[in-house]
């Protein structure tokens, strides 16, 4: 059969993506017609076994149906259609107060609203284009086909910035600014730009919430007054100025402090789970006809957060993370036989780990939590380091937090939040080598290093800063639009507004079959290890 007959065996449907999406593809969108490891053994000359599904989102799509292309299209264009405010409430808007010719000079334009004399805002009808490559085959690297044929299907989501029009009287707003999960390098950056943006539209009175949504609910935990002067030089330092926790998903609770502090736009910075509290509440206000919008800007060093080119945090922590790795290196390359293994952060993804690899240059060996592997046996990750101390006379791996979690004890302890507590693989693996090394007779030096902390508690690097400048900055300019439910970011290179919805259905993955991986395999030049 051919590759297309194989491929239209198969009708779309959601239920064929789970262990695909999970494994092989990145997206729920990218969980398509295509071909995928699924986990599986590769040999060790890389022919891979190749597998075929068929899944499009939620629609159950017949491709021997001519209108296919059409359902398609429309099923995505309402998934990502924006939520707004008016979808509740019959509001007529007014025009903006955010203007940047405002007072620029004294006898200049003083009219701040006048949109005939400036032309810097986004129209409600403008859009970026969420994927661009043409694949000619589902077999191309990284393929993320729809249908058998790889047609080409436009992907546009909503583009970020500010409107001509706003829903709500600045002078009359209350704004909180809320950050949750872990720390992430450029947290006070956002913050920072949320306060300096609603204050340019004429916003006064504007709150930080302590300590994640705790600081909703928790007594003694008193909301913050911020204003330009207060938060000036907080991104010179890392952190966040309000503090984080986890846990405390008590949305009905939040919902009920955000009335009573009478808040009429929340920014949630966070991750996964502090994006599925931001919908959580968005719905709850909704459902007590609250005008209130709610929005979100993605931080996370793990980079997981589906659709977006990155997330802030993420350039810095792989930047942090070459220190450790530059420190194995050289304690590696200087002992006699030496072994240097890092750990690097990332609960369920490789990103982190396969960039700080790829930078680098150092690594010999990167494991993922994306591709399986087995440490003992002729094929295995232990043989390749015998070979590499034979021929190079030292090495140094990288290790994914998340990496190897199946050559371990499972634990069923979770954190506040609810996600699981991994089993410490790099503390696994330096044992494993010791032990190794020792078994066969072999002198082997091994340096551990897990930086962990180190990589998140610091300052946003330049690109890091200028990110979540652009982000602050797009949340502020969404609340006023009277979006509400959605979150900014940053996709194939341009600043978008997506509905929250569409990000948390699964966190993203680094496709084992996309060129970066690939890239990372050249570089290290390490062997599949099954
Ligand atoms: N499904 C959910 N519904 C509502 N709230 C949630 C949900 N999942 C997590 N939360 C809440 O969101 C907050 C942050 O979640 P979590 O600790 O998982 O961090 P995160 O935002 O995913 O960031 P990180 O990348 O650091 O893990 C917590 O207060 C948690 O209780
Ligand atoms: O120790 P904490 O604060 O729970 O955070 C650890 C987790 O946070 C992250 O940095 C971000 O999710 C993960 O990589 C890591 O597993
Ligand atoms: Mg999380």
């Given at each position: ?41 590769r040999s060790r000359k890389g ?318 060996v ?7 592997f ?5 094929r295995?990750v232990?043989a390749h380091?015998?070979h ?133 395999l050249?570089?290290t030049g390490q062997p599949d290890f099954h």
């Open positions: 059969m051919s590759l297309s007959g194989m491929a239209i065996a198969f009708k779309a449907s959601t239920s064929a993506c789970t262990a695909q999406q999970l494994r092989g593809h990145s997206t729920r969108d990218h969980c398509q017609y295509g071909f995928t490891h699924l986990n599986e053994p022919s891979a076994a190749l597998q075929v599904r068929a899944t499009s989102g939620k629609l159950d799509l017949d491709f021997s149906d001519p209108s296919w292309r059409q359902k398609y299209q429309e099923d995505w264009d309402s998934r990502f259609n924006l939520p707004h405010i008016t979808d509740i409430f019959d509001l007529k808007p007014r025009l903006t107060t955010f203007s940047l010719k405002k007072n620029r000079t004294p006898l200049g334009d003083t009219d701040a609203s006048s949109p005939d004399k400036w032309n810097g805002y986004v129209n409600k009808d403008d859009r970026a284009l969420l994927k661009v490559i043409k694949y000619a085959s589902p077999t191309s690297a990284g393929a993320e086909c729809i249908d058998p044929d790889c047609s080409w299907m436009e992907h546009w989501v909503h583009r970020a910035g500010p409107r001509k029009e706003i829903y709500y009287e600045p002078e009359e707003v209350k704004a909180a600014i809320v950050t949750c999960g872990g720390l992430c390098p450029g947290l006070n950056d956002v913050i920072r730009q949320i306060v300096f943006t609603l204050e340019i539209y004429g916003v006064k009175n504007i709150v930080g919430i302590q300590f994640g949504y705790r600081g909703f609910f928790e007594k003694g935990l008193k909301e913050m007054p911020l204003s330009r002067d207060l938060v000036e030089n907080i991104n010179l330092s890392g952190g966040s100025f309000l503090g984080v926790s986890r846990g405390g998903a008590k949305t009905s609770e939040i919902v009920d402090s955000i009335q009573a502090r009478r808040i009429d736009m929340l920014f949630v910075i966070g991750g996964n789970g502090s994006h599925a509290g931001a919908n959580a509440i968005h719905e709850e206000c909704r459902k007590r006809k609250l005008k209130v919008s709610v929005v979100a800007v993605p931080k996370t060093i793990d980079n997981d957060i589906l659709f977006m080119d990155k997330t802030f945090g993420f350039d810095t922590a792989v930047e942090e993370a070459q220190r450790a790795i530059n420190s194995a290196y050289i304690e590696a390359r200087s002992a006699y036989h030496g072994i240097g293994l890092v750990k690097l952060m990332g609960r369920s993804t490789g990103f982190i780990a396969m960039h700080a690899s790829l930078s680098s240059g150092q690594i010999d990167c494991l993922i939590p994306e591709v399986s087995t440490l003992d046996g002729e295995g232990l380091l015998e590499l101390l034979k021929t190079k006379g030292f090495c140094v791996v990288c290790v994914a937090e998340g990496a190897g979690q199946d050559l371990l004890q499972k634990s069923n302890a979770t954190d506040a939040s609810g996600n699981v507590i991994l089993s410490d693989f790099g503390v696994h693996m330096q044992q494993k080598i010791k032990k190794h090394f020792k078994d066969i007779g072999v002198p082997a030096d091994i340096k551990y290093i897990d930086p962990t902390y180190m990589v998140r508690a610091c300052r946003a690097n330049a690109s890091d800063a200028i990110l979540c400048t652009v982000l602050g900055q797009n949340a502020v300019h969404g609340a006023f639009a009277g979006f509400s439910g959605i979150t900014s970011g940053i996709c194939n290179t341009h600043y978008a507004y997506l509905p929250i919805t569409e990000v948390i259905t699964a966190p993203k993955h680094v496709n084992p079959n996309s060129r970066m991986w690939h890239r990372c050249t570089s």
